[in-house]
């Protein structure tokens, strides 16, 4: 009798053990690089930051031809009144540097937003995943921050999870 508890006991501890744990990793710069919300976003402010470019270009060209014209006109002018044109003209400099800088940063500012937006999505999109398809844990890893040392090929649903995140995202547009 006690041999036919033990023999039951031992069947239900390694049925139990059989009962795996559905684990699965993604490589976070493959997911976010490879989303197509991330790509339209690049796509949109790389136009951005061309029109920018086109315009600084511009205004430091306008710049440039007022400054060698008071290189020309500077030479038969007064030193008072060379000194203050030169005042003027630095003055002038410093607010087109200034107005530069204030663009750039608010471009960059306006690209952080909405890449954290892109990268919140995904988040929730790879949570949202993981309840679907009954994953007990999906892991992150990247290059940059290596959470997953090592990780069997077969647990690696990033090609799945961009698949899907992009499907998702086309059904959306």
């Given at each position: 009798m006690k041999l036919k508890h033990l023999s039951l006991l031992l069947v239900l501890i390694l049925a139990s053990c059989q009962n795996s744990q559905k684990i699965?990793?993604?490589?976070?710069?493959?997911v976010i690089n490879a989303y197509q919300e991330k790509i339209d976003l690049d796509n949109k402010f790389e136009t951005i930051n061309e029109i920018f470019t086109k315009k600084t270009d511009s205004l430091i060209q306008a710049f440039?031809?007022?400054?060698?014209?008071?290189?020309?006109?500077?030479h038969s002018m007064t030193k008072a009144k060379k000194e203050k044109e030169f005042g003027v003209i630095s003055k002038k400099q410093q607010a087109l540097q200034q107005s530069i800088e204030?663009?750039?940063?608010m471009l960059?500012?306006?690209y952080q937003t909405e890449m954290d937006s892109v990268i919140n999505k995904v988040k929730v999109f790879v949570n949202d995943f993981g309840k679907k398809e009954n994953y007990e844990m999906i892991l992150g890893?990247?290059?940059?921050?290596?959470t997953v040392m090592y990780g069997n090929d077969k647990l690696d649903i990033t090609e799945?999870?961009?698949?899907?995140?992009?499907?998702?995202?086309n059904k959306k547009q």
């Open positions: 699965g990793y993604v490589d976070n710069g493959k440039q031809m007022e400054y060698n014209t008071y290189e020309v006109r500077s204030m663009e750039q940063q960059q500012r306006n890893t990247s290059d940059v921050s290596a799945k999870v961009i698949s899907e995140l992009n499907a998702t995202f």
